[in-house]
């Protein structure tokens, strides 16, 4: 059985769209809400690859191949970094 979350989906999508919509920094709504500013910017990153869908996954999403196939054709192409 995984862990419960601190943050419910709806939570998480607010402090998403704090940053996104340029109402505060990811670094300042992270220190606010307690969290490290690398978790934020996964949340953010999880939004905006898979929508409000991804701000509720955990760390032991299962991807399909060809979720995986595009993720590496598009780092190798320079669309991204690794942690994209």
């Known amino acids: 059985m995984g862990r419960k979350g601190a943050f419910t989906t709806n939570e998480k999508l607010e402090y998403v ?10 670094n300042n709504t992270a220190k ?3 969290v490290d500013n690398s ?6 990153r999880n939004f905006q690859a898979l929508g409000v ?4 996954t955990s760390k032991n999403s299962f991807y399909s191949e060809e979720i995986k196939n595009i993720a590496v054709r598009d780092y190798l192409d320079g669309k991204g970094s690794l942690a994209d």
């Open 32 to 34: 606010l809400i307690g």
């Open 17 to 26: 769209h704090r940053c996104l919509d340029g109402i505060d920094s990811i």
């Open 39 to 44: 978790t934020l910017r996964e949340w953010i």
């Open 53 to 56: 869908d991804g701000l509720g």
